[in-house]
């Protein structure tokens, strides 16, 4: 039996021995850690902006020419590590601060593979009217309930490595998966891939 084959989007965030800051932790029970994010959260904010823009000329470019040009698949690709970046921090996935932009050697990376071509025309045209986005809804609507959830595990990881000064490894793996369904799900509505998001929280 062979086994399924991997999604093109992955995310990546090794085990190591879980061990965290517990001042960051502290910082985080105070809700200090989500402020020290907020030159990203302002920044991340306006790429998106752009980002909507720079997704829909992508969707055109395959429309036309079957291709998704090389600076509209990197501006995509920057805007989901970064984003990624930031996550992993503040669910303690890693206590090594998100850089801005790219960073090669952060422990929390996106793993992306090349994408197929040519690439659908009949899915960017549906990126085009929406329907793309439509075809995401079912994804939305269950990462949007799974995120209060998460924001609350993270919350629970921060008193956990403040009593021990471990992260739970189950948490780990949680919040590598929850991250892991965004990140596949953004993928899909950008055409940064044309394979549709699995539900699961597994690689």
Same mark, same amino acid.
């Given at each position: 039996?062979?086994?399924?084959?991997?999604?093109?989007?992955?995310?990546?965030?090794?085990?190591?021995?879980?061990?965290?800051?517990?001042?960051? +932790?502290?910082? !985080?029970?105070?809700?200090?850690?989500? *402020?020290l #994010?907020?030159?990203? &959260?302002?920044?991340? /904010?306006?790429? =998106?902006?752009?980002?909507?823009?720079?997704?829909?000329?992508?969707?055109?470019?395959?429309?036309?020419?079957?291709?998704?040009?090389?600076?509209?698949?990197?501006?995509?690709?920057i805007?989901l590590?970064?984003?990624?970046r930031?996550?992993?921090?503040?669910?303690?996935?890693?206590?090594?601060?998100?850089?801005?932009?790219t960073?090669?050697?952060?422990?929390?990376q996106?793993?992306? +593979?090349?994408? !197929?071509?040519?690439?659908?025309?009949? *899915?960017? #045209?549906?990126?085009? &009217?929406?329907?793309? /986005?439509?075809? =995401?809804?079912?994804?939305?609507?269950?990462?949007?309930?799974?995120?209060?959830?998460?924001?609350f595990?993270?919350?629970?990881?921060?008193?956990?490595?403040?009593?021990n000064?471990?992260?739970?490894?189950?948490?780990?793996?949680?919040f590598v998966?929850f991250?892991?369904?965004?990140?596949?799900?953004?993928a899909?509505?950008?055409?940064?891939?044309?394979?549709?998001?699995?539900?699961?929280?597994?690689?």
């Amino acid at each position: 039996m062979t086994e399924p084959a991997r999604h093109p989007i992955d995310f990546i965030a090794p085990v190591d021995n879980e061990e965290r800051s517990r001042a960051l +932790a502290a910082l !985080g029970i105070f809700f200090v850690k989500a *402020l020290l #994010l907020v030159p990203h &959260l302002i920044l991340l /904010s306006l790429y =998106a902006v752009a980002v909507q823009v720079i997704v829909w000329i992508g969707y055109w470019y395959i429309l036309i020419t079957g291709e998704m040009p090389f600076w509209v698949l990197n501006l995509e690709n920057i805007f989901l590590e970064w984003t990624s970046r930031v996550f992993a921090w503040f669910t303690s996935v890693t206590d090594a601060y998100p850089t801005f932009g790219t960073d090669e050697h952060h422990p929390a990376q996106i793993e992306i +593979a090349k994408a !197929g071509h040519p690439r659908s025309r009949w *899915l960017a #045209l549906a990126g085009i &009217l929406l329907i793309r /986005s439509i075809m =995401a809804i079912p994804h939305l609507f269950i990462l949007a309930w799974l995120t209060l959830g998460t924001l609350f595990l993270a919350w629970l990881g921060y008193v956990l490595i403040l009593i021990n000064g471990r992260l739970p490894l189950e948490l780990h793996w949680y919040f590598v998966g929850f991250h892991r369904w965004w990140a596949r799900t953004w993928a899909w509505i950008a055409a940064i891939t044309d394979v549709y998001p699995p539900f699961t929280l597994r690689r």
